[in-house]
């Protein structure tokens, strides 16, 4: 039920740069956009229900508006947004590609999304099956033994990955020792953050001038003080480590183990598995490969799976298939404790489990074979335009460096990724990996046609003939025009002060 009609009676253009006011300056007292069953609720005294001690004096300042303003001010938002249902999203290293609808549909399911995660095991077979196959498809997708489905992120498992390393240690007397974890300078920013969470120093091991890890280097640095490497295989420049075996062996021979940060999954399904390159700790981001919506905040899903000697240590409850064919839990008897309450982001899996049914094994090496095609067609279009760092046979995206146009005319990554905007793509990622020179970083994603990847290249072509000065003041078109970003994350302002409002900021 709505309240009384709506308290902006303006005529509303969907886009433009009008300012959008916030929920609390459309408020009018008494407004309401809900209404609560009044008849056959029973009398309860109030204290029984939040004893005193506990209730507010007064009432929560809370926006005061109808149910019609409230869909209005927020899909009025909405218009103004860019979203992976609108358009082609090449953020590189984040897989924006679309997810379908029908993965949206199965988590929907009232059989999965209205059970409670205490029902008794009897009741909840159908949930305890999806997730011990899902499991058992990432095993098989990495090559490895045993997962854990509990941690909702990719760093939530990068952090689960390096317990699971220090359990492994500890148990071998070793956890005092062993102190260092290398990582390649190269590395997502959440590698380093997740080894000193973990309670480890940072190694860092140079790139050579293929863009891969420096193996030498990287026998100068280890000894039986490491505990383990963290690797991203094909790294964050887009391109396969092939000196992998070789640096499994190297690192297996001082002790110590190797982590998978499979963020790039997307790269490599059904067509390598970390598994087999010698890994014995890999996390995945099931909403980057595996089509949950992500972006935002979540909720997303990071599982990470273990080679045999580590099953042992996984994060437990796991669902697991009984002998008699029924599923229920099981606690690993070396288990490093819960990482996230029941059984992780429950919806986020389902949605993944769907996807990889709806694919199936030849369709998810489909997946990989059309996201590595797309961005290796990038490569070769827009070589000669933008500078191509490492200019070799890329996976799932790949690294441009607009320091060719900075040096000629002044425009730099951060200008195109502006300009990118109004040709209507969202922008790719920029100035990382921080190891290239004004680095635009696209992952066009396997689910966008080759009209639309040569769409992108177009317009990334027009943008580096551009005067420099249009780019400066771009994007000119959108809802928000160039913001002050080092302001922005200076001067954060994450509150609505009323008293503020109709000021600059
Ligand atoms: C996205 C990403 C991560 C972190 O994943 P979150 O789910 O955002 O925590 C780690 N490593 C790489 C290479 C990534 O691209």
Not at 479 to 498: C, K, N, S, Y
């Amino acid at each position: 039920m709505s309240g009384p009609a709506g308290g902006r009676a303006t005529s509303i253009p969907l886009m433009g740069r009008d300012e959008e006011p916030t929920v609390f300056e459309l408020s009018s007292t008494g407004r309401r956009a809900w209404s609560f069953r009044t008849t056959g609720v029973p009398e309860w005294p109030e204290d029984e229900l939040v004893p005193a001690g506990h209730r507010r004096d007064e009432p929560v300042p809370l926006a005061e508006v109808s149910e019609r303003d409230l869909v209005a001010h927020f899909t009025r938002l909405s218009h103004r947004q860019y979203s992976v249902d609108l358009g082609a999203y090449p953020l590189g290293s984040c897989t924006m590609k679309y997810n379908p609808k029908l993965c949206d549909d199965v988590a929907a399911m009232a059989g999965l999304a209205n059970v409670h995660p205490a029902a008794p095991v009897a009741t909840i077979q159908g949930w305890l099956e999806l997730l011990v196959e899902l499991g058992e498809s990432l095993c098989a997708i990495t090559g490895m033994h045993s997962a854990t489905l509990q941690p909702p992120a990719g760093a939530a498992g990068e952090l689960t990955g390096l317990l699971l390393m220090r359990a492994w240690h500890r148990d071998h007397g070793e956890d005092a020792t062993r102190r260092r974890v290398i990582i390649p300078d190269s590395a997502h920013g959440t590698n380093p953050a997740s080894v000193t969470l973990g309670g480890y120093e940072v190694t860092t091991v140079p790139s050579d001038d293929r863009g891969c890890v420096d193996v030498a280097a990287l026998r100068e640095r280890l000894d039986t003080d490491v505990a383990g490497i963290m690797l991203t295989n094909p790294n964050t420049l887009g391109l396969f480590e092939e000196d992998i075996l070789e640096i499994a062996r190297s690192v297996h021979e001082v002790g110590g183990l190797l982590y998978y940060d499979g963020a790039n999954l997307n790269a490599i399904l059904g067509v390598t598995r970390p598994g087999d390159m010698g890994f014995d700790i890999v996390h995945m981001n099931l909403h980057k490969t595996f089509a949950v919506p992500h972006g935002g905040g979540g909720p997303g899903a990071g599982p990470v799976a273990v080679s045999e000697r580590l099953a042992r240590y996984l994060p437990g409850p796991c669902p697991v298939r009984l002998a008699d064919g029924t599923f229920g839990w099981h606690a690993p008897d070396r288990s490093i404790g819960r990482v996230h309450s029941w059984h992780g982001n429950a919806l986020a899996l389902a949605r993944a489990a769907s996807y990889i049914v709806a694919n199936g094994g030849d369709g998810l090496q489909q997946v990989s074979e059309v996201a590595v095609l797309n961005a290796n067609w990038l490569r070769h279009r827009l070589r000669g335009v933008y500078d191509v760092p490492f200019d070799r046979p890329n996976m799932h995206e790949v690294v441009f460096s607009a320091t060719n146009l900075k040096k000629a005319r002044g425009l730099r990554a951060v200008d195109v990724a502006k300009r990118l905007l109004e040709e209507g793509f969202h922008a790719p990622t920029v100035y990382f990996p921080l190891i290239v020179d004004e680095a635009l970083m696209v992952e066009p994603t396997e689910t966008e046609s080759p009209e639309t990847v040569a769409a992108l290249a177009d317009a990334m072509e027009r943008i580096a003939q551009d005067s420099a000065d249009a780019a400066h003041d771009a994007p000119r078109t959108t809802p928000v025009g160039r913001v002050d970003e080092a302001r922005a994350a200076r001067q954060l302002i994450p509150t609505f002060d009323a008293r503020r409002s109709g000021g600059a900021d």
